[in-house]
């Protein structure tokens, strides 16, 4: 079960007495959706005055005692008067050092609060170490600069945006240095809040040029980490992606490809031009929500190996879309795009005008490509017939190898056809439908050795799609050690290494067959693209399957294909 979390965040941009500052409201407002997307119950004051922001923070007092984490943050204004660290609240104007204490926010009434509540965990975050705001208005001016030093109480931990007695600028871009930094940091999933700052304060040093470096003081017992499967970012679902050589695009979605419709098996045939491009399938969904805005998912099977996957959206949300392309470009790069035809994302009030519908031309479409060793990554916002897309695209092009062809092409009969003059020498009923066995003696062997075939028929009542099973043998019980040795090489010249990654037969395997041993086989587990199926990805299944069995102590060899008739299919 999931601790219960609790945070107040304020922000105070504009201020009657003191100048005013560009991001912390900003910064509060990003810092408060953050959070509750990471499971915390959020209350957010945003350029509050004295009155407010004592209120606030007694209230937030009394209720951390139902919670198990609490988090207290500040941007704005801060100072510190005699080694004592005061939050200023939007209509404080001390006249000198003396009246602090009666106009601002003593930032320990903050710890002790959290220190008598009966919680485990508290954070406090101050991204307040700027210059003191009324120093000219000042007979005299505090000694230091920023912040003093404070000791967390037992289970606390404190966060500066910089150094004790230090400054920190305000940033140029929508949220400040510090606070853009943490923000991406705890979104990362399974990282502890050590961890998180750390990543920040490395991060604000290479940016400063080590001119901030951010601060802690903790006395935590236990980890914490902030995104404990709560929430999963479009950065962290492209970094994932990048660094993994297999298709685990589903896998970070939470998705399985049984949770989609396939088009083909929907009765929707495959378009002229998907076909043209090599799709032999597309799986779909919509009602689903990925990032905060795609709505709808379409993945493309391909001939050739690769995975294509569309996150779609019609929303016209420019500031949102807005913040996806920074997401990603701030993740991915500059990218590329073709500027004789498109624009770039980076074109702001391109997507701003596109969005709001002020433009008809092909030409303001929005494209941005990045591309890596074995994923791309495609945004786009198109101009549609009366609305506006935007997709995300993600083509996968996993390690495996491309399959040129299958074992149908190694076998002599048409077994379906076969069935219709056989002998059918078994019926079950099943839960779910019907099981039948069919016999068939085969006039054209089978890698010139097999002549019996049995084929189990699978009936399922519900959506009448039949399904089977062909087990190749040979009549008189015979081993044929040569015949064995070059039917393995040919299945594995087609599909290569199994799935143990055995491929021909060795020496030491033909002598445990001889001796009348045990021999585990051959098995291999295929996917839709006629590859090694990835029990771990769950963007694929497991179309077919071809496994070579030895039956000890009868010394026999059978060769079977389960779901023959998905391999047909898909063939």
């Known amino acids: 079960m999931q601790e219960k979390r609790l945070a107040l965040i304020i922000g ?51 209720k951390l005692n139902d919670y198990e984490v609490g988090m207290f943050y500040f941007a704005g204004h801060g100072i510190q008067v005699k080694g004592l660290n005061y939050l200023i609240p939007s209509d404080a104007n001390p006249k000198s050092e003396n009246q602090v204490e009666y106009d601002c926010i003593n930032a320990n009434l903050i710890l002790s609060l959290m220190e008598d509540a009966s919680n485990s965990i508290n954070l406090v975050v101050l991204d307040a170490c700027r210059n003191n705001p009324f120093e000219r208005s000042w007979e005299r001016s505090p000694t230091n600069q920023g912040l003093s030093y404070m000791s967390a109480p037992y289970g606390t931990l404190i966060a500066y945006s910089t150094a004790p ?12 240095l510090y606070t853009s930094e943490l923000l991406d940091e705890i979104i990362a999933p399974d990282m502890t809040i050590i ?55 589903f896998n970070q979605l939470k998705l399985e490809i049984w949770d989609t419709n396939r088009i083909v098996h929907s009765g929707i045939p495959l378009n002229k031009m998907d076909a043209e491009e090599g799709v032999i399938e597309v799986y779909y969904k919509n009602g689903v929500n990925y990032f905060d ?16 996957y569309h996150l779609f959206t019609t929303s016209r949300d420019y500031e949102r879309i807005t913040l996806i392309s920074k997401e990603l470009y701030k993740t991915l790069g500059g990218g590329i795009f073709d500027d004789t035809r498109h624009s770039s994302f980076r074109e702001i009030d391109k997507i701003k005008k596109l969005a709001k519908g002020r433009t008809k031309k092909a030409e303001e479409e929005l494209i941005t490509i990045w591309y ?66 069919y016999h068939i003696t085969l006039d054209k062997p089978e890698f010139n050795f097999f002549d019996n075939a049995i084929i189990k028929v699978f009936s ?10 062909l087990t190749l043998s040979r009549l008189d019980g015979s ?83 389960l779901r023959y008739k998905s391999l047909l299919t898909i063939s």
């Open 12 to 62: 105070i941009s504009k201020y009657e007495n003191a100048n005013s500052l560009k991001n912390p409201v900003n910064d509060a407002n990003s810092m408060a959706i953050v959070l509750e997307k990471l499971g915390f119950d959020v209350i957010t004051l945003k350029d509050s005055n004295y009155k407010d922001f004592k209120i606030a923070i007694n209230e937030f007092g009394d």
């Open 195 to 249: 961890k998180v700052l750390q990543n920040v304060r490395q991060s604000v040093i290479k940016i400063t040029k080590g001119n901030q470096v951010p601060w802690e003081s903790t006395s935590l017992i236990n980890d914490f980490v902030f995104n404990d499967n709560h929430y999963f970012s479009l950065s962290t679902f492209c970094k994932k992606l990048i660094y993994s050589n297999r298709d685990i695009v």
């Open 293 to 308: 805005l795609f709505k709808e998912i379409e993945v493309k099977i391909m001939r050739n190996g690769e995975r294509i």
């Open 165 to 176: 007695n230090k400054t920190a600028s305000d940033g140029e871009g929508q949220n400040g």
């Open 372 to 437: 890596f060793k074995n994923v791309t990554f495609t945004l786009k916002y198109l101009i549609q017939p009366k609305m506006r897309l935007l997709m995300f695209s993600v083509n996968i092009t996993p390690e495996k190898k491309v399959i040129e062809k299958n074992i149908l092409e190694a076998l002599n009969n048409d077994f379906v056809s076969l069935i219709e003059s056989s002998v059918k020498v078994n019926t079950e009923q099943q839960d779910s439908g019907f099981l039948e066995d």
């Open 479 to 561: 081993l044929d050690i040569k015949m064995l040795s070059l039917m393995i090489s040919e299945i594995t010249m087609i599909y290569g290494l199994d799935n143990s990654g055995e491929g021909y037969l060795t020496g030491d395997e033909i002598e445990l067959i001889k001796e009348n041993r045990y021999w585990s086989g051959r098995k291999w587990d295929l996917n839709i693209q006629h590859q090694l199926y990835d029990s771990e990805s769950q963007g694929e299944e497991m179309m077919y399957a071809i496994y070579i069995d030895y039956i000890y102590p009868e010394n026999e060899i059978e060769l079977t294909i």
């Open 460 to 469: 399922d009542n519900s959506n009448f799609h039949k399904s089977s099973n």
